[in-house]
């Protein structure tokens, strides 16, 4: 099955530097690349996905680029703030996965001001 | 909308004991899951629910039954319960069909076998 490796396990970036977080998968066939955001004592959201006929996608602060031959895709948030400590999971699925995710061990960034 | 909710949040059980944790969605996805989430680990897959009457094993099912009541319901069990079943608990639903979409969790239920 699929396998998502994710780096680093945490992260400290000062405010306004920019952060980046990687994510390698096993499964060639994967298609789908969504990232979710979990605060702390909350549920993950998602904040960015990606499908594997793009090759990078942008939402103001954050984009993600996805490289489907060396099969990593990764995160970028740009300009961070206090605000977007948190952990960070990147995941992945394969077509007829109805909505199955294999998520990475998550990232833990923190924002220092 | 309350969008997914699950209880309890909270529980703590002896080894053996016997709990349900109870999932429902007002969103009129069809596909519904359970994760469980350990420090390290990321969020792992327990079973899951593509349509109303259908449900499959995830990553991790051993220890673990579920039951799709109706298109909202869906309900983890755990019939005798191990301390290695500590963890917190997330339901999550979603439209997705074959080629994925955004799943919607619910607030987590925090469950400890002592």
């Known amino acids: 099955g699929e396998n998502v490796e994710q780096h680093p396990s945490t992260l400290s970036v000062q405010e306004g530097d920019s952060a980046v977080i990687k994510c390698t998968y096993s499964d060639s066939a994967s298609n789908y690349f969504p990232w979710y955001k979990q605060e702390l004592g909350k549920r993950p959201q998602l904040i960015i996905d990606?499908?594997?006929?793009?090759g990078e996608k942008k939402d103001q602060r954050i984009a993600v680029t996805l490289n489907k031959t060396a099969k990593h895709f990764s995160l970028h948030i740009t300009e961070t703030q206090p605000e977007d400590s948190a952990v960070y999971f990147c995941a992945a699925s394969t077509p007829d996965s109805w909505g199955k995710l294999q998520f990475g061990a998550g990232t833990q960034v923190v924002v220092t001001p | 909308n309350a969008g997914v909710t699950q209880t309890p949040k909270f529980q703590v059980l002896k080894t053996g004991q016997s709990m349900t944790l109870q999932c429902a969605q007002d969103m009129n996805h069809n596909s519904m899951y359970w994760y469980r989430q350990d420090p390290g680990m990321g969020l792992r897959l327990i079973y899951y629910?593509?349509?109303?009457?259908?449900?499959d094993k995830g990553e991790v099912p051993n220890g673990y039954n579920v039951s799709r009541l109706n298109k909202r319901e869906f309900s983890l069990r755990l019939e005798s319960a191990a301390p290695s079943q500590t963890s917190v608990y997330f339901c999550?639903?979603?439209?997705?069909?074959?080629?994925?979409?955004?799943?919607?969790f619910g607030e987590g239920s925090r469950l400890t076998v002592l």
């Open positions: 629910s593509a349509s109303e009457g259908t449900t």
């Open positions: 999550a639903s979603s439209e997705a069909d074959k080629i994925g979409g955004e799943l919607f």
């Open positions: 990606i499908r594997s006929n793009v």
